[in-house]
């Protein structure tokens, strides 16, 4: 069905599985009921429905890769800074043939794409329904495209510069994901090389199935050895920023009586041994190392640990806390 491809032998690899920041920020802006002004309040609110949707896009990309049973390798929520820019990508992933760059859109309404390859939104019922033009996700991903481009190309000559962008223009790939299965997505007018990059949540992994198998090149993919040190050197540039969500609604966070709300971890999950500085409750139970919540023991289901025991944050369900303890075998 998708022709000759020569792939490693791997499954999917979440490179920083965890809290994301996106959700970090749900949970900061959920502890500021309790103090914010009424003045603030409803767009404090606004905030949270924003946030939730945001985070529920966010989930069903990851559960769509975590189970797409191909070799892949991918990182969630990066922030890459170069020459005094600075862009956000939901989602790299690195394939056997490609680096595609995903951005995430969860939202509510439909969505039409006319011949200018402008995005518009429609939303509301009846006589209250309303367009309004969307900022192109095309446009920031192409962005976030050519940032990259320059990081990899930095400290080149011109005559490798040249060369690296030809084959960087083929290797990098953008892809525009409606993650709300509600949308409805009218493209028949819009440009073919933007009506390709825009595609439903769960069509996902069928993109990027044939977008490998289309493959012109012969040469032997790279290892996924490789794959994921290309992928590790992408997440070892993360520079992600706390979000100021004290300021945005009037609120000193001093104000807060819970200190743990305002920590903002690091997002690639604490790993240790239990044996070396892991502390533990009355019962010898290991607590989080990011939050302090008692840790219960939980078996790794995807990635190089799959099958390996380890301890995992107790409130992961509810906070999407990424506290991780090893356990030695």
């Known amino acids: 069905?998708?022709?000759?491809?020569?792939?490693?032998?791997?499954?999917?690899?979440?490179?920083?599985?965890?809290?994301?920041?996106?959700?970090?920020?749900?949970?900061?802006?959920?502890?500021?009921?309790?103090?914010?002004?009424?003045?603030?309040?409803?767009?404090?609110?606004?905030?949270i429905r924003l946030a939730r949707a945001g985070v529920a896009g966010e989930r069903k990309i990851v559960f769509e890769l975590a189970n797409?049973?191909?070799?892949?390798?991918?990182i969630h929520d990066l922030c890459l800074e170069h020459d005094g820019m600075r862009v956000q990508i939901d989602f790299?992933?690195?394939?056997?043939?490609?680096?595609?760059?995903?951005?995430?859109?969860?939202?509510?309404?439909?969505?039409?794409?006319?011949?200018d390859g402008s995005f518009i939104r429609t939303f509301g019922r009846g006589r209250q329904?309303?367009?309004?033009?969307?900022?192109?996700?095309?446009?920031?991903?192409?962005?976030?495209?050519?940032?990259?481009?320059?990081?990899?190309?930095?400290?080149?000559?011109?005559?490798?510069?040249?060369?690296?962008?030809?084959?960087?223009d083929d290797y990098y790939r953008s892809?525009?994901?409606l993650a709300n299965e509600r949308t409805l997505l009218s493209a028949d007018s819009a440009p073919k090389e933007v009506r390709e990059q825009v595609i439903r949540a769960d069509q996902l992994v069928e993109f990027i199935r044939r977008l490998d198998a289309g493959k012109s090149r012969k040469e032997i993919v790279e290892s996924f050895r490789e794959m994921e040190n290309r992928g590790e050197r992408w997440l070892s540039l993360n520079a992600p920023q706390k979000s100021n969500l004290a300021e945005r609604y009037g609120i000193e966070p001093s104000a807060h009586s819970e200190e743990s709300v305002w920590a903002v971890p690091e997002r690639k999950a604490v790993v240790a041994p239990v044996s070396h500085d892991v502390g533990t409750n009355e019962t010898g139970?290991?607590?989080?190392?990011?939050?302090?919540?008692?840790?219960?023991?939980?078996?790794?289901?995807?990635?190089?640990?799959?099958?390996?025991?380890?301890?995992?944050?107790?409130?992961?369900?509810?906070?999407?806390?990424?506290?991780?303890?090893?356990?030695?075998?």
Not at 20 to 25: K, M
Not at 94 to 113: A, S, W
Not at 140 to 168: D, P, T, W, Y
């Open 1 to 47: 069905m998708f022709g000759r491809l020569t792939l490693p032998d791997h499954g999917p690899v979440f490179l920083n599985e965890g809290a994301t920041r996106s959700e970090l920020d749900l949970r900061k802006m959920e502890a500021l009921r309790s103090v914010v002004s009424d003045e603030c309040r409803e767009d404090l609110e606004r905030g």
């Open 68 to 74: 797409s049973h191909y070799p892949l390798v991918f």
């Open 92 to 115: 790299l992933v690195v394939t056997p043939y490609h680096t595609l760059v995903i951005e995430c859109k969860n939202l509510v309404g439909d969505i039409e794409i006319d011949s």
């Open 129 to 168: 329904q309303r367009r309004e033009g969307v900022y192109s996700p095309i446009a920031q991903n192409k962005r976030h495209i050519e940032l990259m481009k320059a990081i990899r190309m930095s400290g080149s000559g011109r005559a490798m510069r040249l060369a690296q962008r030809f084959v960087l």
């Open 175 to 177: 892809v525009v994901v």
């Open 285 to 329: 139970v290991p607590v989080c190392p990011l939050c302090g919540a008692p840790m219960v023991e939980r078996v790794a289901r995807y990635g190089k640990r799959k099958g390996k025991r380890f301890w995992g944050c107790s409130t992961y369900g509810q906070t999407r806390c990424g506290g991780i303890v090893s356990i030695d075998e």
